[in-house]
């Protein structure tokens, strides 16, 4: 399952933009004290891998880079790989942009959700340069001042590459881990090294408007080749919120390597229409590198993205284009389809009694999808009842009831049916305590008003006996209306129970509700027409 932001509030609880804006800002004051003199960029271009920290996706880059709270695409491969878990498809993006100083970009990346609930992807950046003049200097280290001879040597290529194996997975509802594995390769003028790097990843949910993203890249990375270059321990935070139904996103990023300096950007998507985005965004604030905007098309299953890039080196301009297709059956309907199958199992162990046996269905199914509250309460009240009944196997009447009353109480939709068919198990064994406290446990929940105590007569007494000699000592003792519930506790169980219609009649008739009182009369003289004293009292009303 993909992280959830339910879009609906608890009880006594409530979301608030501002809230979430308040929380951003001090997660920021945080992240900025790593470096009290930020040059927010201006010294961090020349390390190891710089490259990796641009940006890709024609989205993402249309942002202003400000990506690492959102990454809910294929792209998150490059990003935040906790962000995989927020797709529902499989998903290829492509990408192919051109960068100020004639540099090429490439990225493709393709992300695969699993039955498990992980989700994998696989990703590729190259960018590449050439015509890159290659120059000798000679000079006399005993003699700085002295002239220094220039020899030109042609030109040269640069090309830098990353392929990426990523995986992100929910540890909770709302919080989501990842890992990406990496290895950076680089040639330039014919000299090459190699960076194997693992990145470490979360997303957390915070309500319906707030989503962040903390993660730490390079946490470590084994080198070989030609060169000394390490690639930096690097950590990112991003910021997402979503206002007007979803309809515009608003990111804050930082970066911070740990030997460089602070770039922070910001960025913005607008849905004009359901198919059409627009978006905006700035690089390396307050001194800002680079200036941002683009649009987004999306057509079901297929996404084009374009961004334009100013960049400070003057009115110089970078375009990228990304395009991505999904495809494939979502997690969530593969997840349905999963629940289906396992409840349906489970309803079988149910009819059978076979109560353990259908909580390892249930778990299965929460286990396929963890967001279903309906199989969570479920699986919680079968726990509930198995921890004094763990099995009703076989044709007798008591199993037979103790079913019955188990799954309506597992349903939840019809208790009362639950609590008869329970009393009818504990009518026909009153010494069963396991019996009788699973049922004062549903009698409870169902809000029984008199719950169902130990029978206290001789031997043969049941518990409609019971029933029937309290509804008579109500009579003698003035409470009528008690007299009534309790008759009636015992019709839910036998209709035609005689002895609790007569206590009934006489509870209606001494509280003055004469046409009930004849109702219930009447309806013990159908099923015993000889009964005399039951003709007088009909007689007396009359």
Same mark, same amino acid.
Do not use: C, H
């Given at each position: 399952m993909a992280i959830n932001e339910a879009r609906g509030k608890t009880p006594g609880q409530s979301y608030r933009p501002a809230a979430a804006l308040a929380a951003a800002a001090g997660f920021f004051f945080a992240f900025l004290? /790593?470096?009290?003199?930020? !040059?927010?960029?201006?010294?961090?271009? $020349?390390? !190891?891998?710089?490259?990796?920290?641009?940006?890709?996706?024609?989205?993402a880059l249309a942002m202003g880079g400000a990506y690492y709270g959102i990454s809910d695409d294929a792209s998150a491969v490059y990003w935040n790989p906790a962000g995989l878990t927020l797709l529902q498809r499989k998903e290829v993006t492509l990408m192919q942009a051109t960068l100020p100083t004639e540099a090429k970009m490439m990225f493709f990346s393709y992300a695969h959700p699993t039955k498990k609930g992980s989700v994998f992807g696989v990703g590729m950046t190259q960018m590449s340069a050439s015509g890159f003049e290659k120059v000798d200097v000679l000079y006399d280290p005993n003699n700085?001042?002295?002239?220094?001879?220039?020899?030109? $040597?042609?030109?040269?290529?640069?090309k830098e590459q990353v392929m990426a194996l990523a995986w992100g997975k929910n540890i909770t509802e709302t919080l989501a881990f990842g890992l990406t594995v990496k290895q950076v390769s680089r040639a330039v003028a014919g000299k090459s090294d190699t960076n194997q790097? /693992?990145?470490? $990843?979360?997303? *957390?949910?915070?309500?319906?408007?707030? #989503?962040?993203?903390?993660g730490i890249q390079n946490v470590f990375a084994l080198r070989k080749g030609e060169t000394d270059d390490k690639l930096p321990v690097v950590i #990112?935070?991003?910021?997402?919120?979503?206002?007007? *139904?979803? #309809?515009?996103? %608003?990111?804050?990023? $930082?970066? =911070?390597?740990m030997t460089g300096d602070v770039d922070i950007r910001f960025g913005g998507e607008y849905w004009v229409v359901r198919w059409f985005a627009f978006r905006f965004g700035l690089m390396g604030i307050p001194d800002i590198q680079e200036t941002d905007f683009g649009f987004g098309l999306k057509f079901n299953s297929f996404s084009l993205d374009i961004a334009q890039g100013i960049h400070d080196l003057g009115a110089s301009a970078s375009t990228r284009m990304g395009v991505?297709?999904?495809?494939?059956?979502?997690?969530?309907?593969? !997840?349905?389809?999963?629940v289906r199958a396992f409840v349906a199992e489970g309803q079988e162990a149910f009819n059978e009694g076979n109560f353990a046996l259908a909580a390892q269905k249930l778990n299965q199914a929460l286990d396929a999808q963890p967001g279903n509250k309906q199989v969570s309460a479920m699986l919680g009240r079968l726990m509930a009842a198995t921890s004094f009944v763990s099995q009703a196997m076989g044709g007798e009447?008591?199993?037979?009831? %103790?079913? *019955?009353?188990?799954?309506?109480?597992?349903?939840?939709?019809?208790?009362?049916q639950s609590v008869n068919a329970l009393r009818h198990a504990f009518n026909k064994n009153v010494k069963d305590?396991?019996?009788?406290? /699973?049922?004062?446990?549903?009698? =409870?929940?169902?809000?029984?008003?008199?719950?169902? #105590?130990?029978?206290?007569?001789?031997?043969?007494f049941t518990w409609v006996d019971q029933k029937i000699f309290d509804a008579r000592q109500s009579v003698y003792d003035g409470k009528y209306d008690m007299a009534v519930r309790r008759s009636q506790d015992v019709l839910d169980l036998e209709p035609n129970n005689i002895t609790a219609l007569e206590v009934m009649g006489s509870g209606f008739f001494m509280m003055e509700q004469k046409d009930k009182a004849l109702a219930v009369w009447r309806r013990v003289l159908e099923l015993d027409p000889n009964n005399q004293a039951v003709k007088e009292f009909i007689q007396r009303l009359k």
């Open positions: 004290a /790593l470096n009290p003199s930020p !040059a927010f960029g201006r010294e961090s271009g $020349g390390q !190891a891998g710089s490259f990796l920290y641009y940006g890709v996706g024609g989205r700085p001042t002295a002239e220094q001879t220039v020899t030109r $040597g042609g030109s040269f290529d640069a790097s /693992l990145d470490v $990843g979360m997303m *957390k949910g915070m309500g319906p408007y707030y #989503r962040v993203g903390f #990112r935070v991003g910021n997402s919120f979503r206002f007007f *139904k979803d #309809r515009l996103t %608003i990111a804050l990023d $930082g970066t =911070k390597p991505s297709f999904r495809f494939g059956q979502s997690r969530e309907d593969q !997840a349905s389809i999963q009447e008591v199993q037979s009831n %103790i079913r *019955k009353g188990v799954i309506g109480y597992v349903d939840g939709r019809d208790m009362r305590e396991k019996v009788l406290n /699973l049922l004062n446990m549903v009698e =409870k929940e169902a809000g029984v008003a008199e719950i169902t #105590r130990r029978v206290d007569g001789p031997e043969q």
